[in-house]
């Protein structure tokens, strides 16, 4: 590790620790000093970028999950107990129109607790990976990217429960009105508006 992937690691760290949340283009962003359009893989920056973006994601105080507009994002553990209590409370927006295969595949999970997406029974349909998908937009399960022995790209889906046990988090489901609230705001002081960057429907923004 470099001397400069430490000092940009402590950089975007102590931000993410101030803002409680950070999208993977605001990593980006702050390592390379400069708004990247498009892929930051033919960056000149993309070693650091890589590093920093790993380092978050090993570390014990970070949640890699896709929250803010569908992206990946990085949470601080301050906020571990709103998304988790989110996550956790199976809301009516979480479970409205969710289609047949995801509702056995969260079924499954409730059985299993984690499931690797690789190893999946062809009968929940030709693309596992779409139907983990609709789980993880709506936050009804954690899912984590993995690379198969064969090199190819999957995932490790888990139930809220199974993460927090895994992590060693002590997790306690509290008001899921009152924490979407709190995210709300959170995330409206940073980026100046909430609307379309959190998943529940705009109804449930709007309402008090």
Avoid at 65 to 83: A, F, I, P, S
Avoid at 104 to 131: F, M, N, V, W, Y
Avoid at 143 to 148: F, K, M, S, Y
Wanted: proline letters at 2%; hydrophobic letters at 40%; a positive charge.
């Amino acid at each position: 590790m470099t001397a400069e992937v430490q000092r940009k690691f402590k950089e975007v760290f102590t931000e993410l620790q101030k803002l409680g949340l950070l999208m993977s283009g605001d990593v980006t962003r702050m390592v390379s000093s400069r708004n990247i359009v498009g892929s930051w893989w033919s960056d000149e920056n993309a070693h650091t970028i890589f590093a920093v973006s790993e380092m978050l994601a090993d570390h014990p105080d970070v949640l890699v999950m896709k929250l803010l507009h569908g992206n990946v994002t990085y949470v601080h553990r301050e906020l571990w107990g709103r998304v988790y209590s989110i996550g956790a409370a199976r809301d009516g927006w979480q479970l409205k129109k969710l289609s047949p295969a995801g509702k056995s595949l969260l079924k499954l999970l409730d059985k299993e607790g984690t499931i690797q997406t690789h190893r999946l029974s062809k009968s929940l349909g030709a693309k596992p990976g779409d139907i983990a998908r609709e789980l993880e937009a709506r936050l009804l399960i954690h899912a984590e990217q993995i690379h198969t022995e064969s090199g190819k790209h999957a995932k490790i889906l888990e139930t809220w429960e199974c993460w927090a046990k895994r992590v060693g988090y002590r997790a306690r489901a509290k008001d899921a009105v009152a924490a979407r609230r709190y995210l709300e705001e959170r995330v409206a002081s940073i980026k100046r508006s909430s609307a379309n960057l959190l998943p529940w429907p705009a109804e449930l923004k709007e309402s008090k």
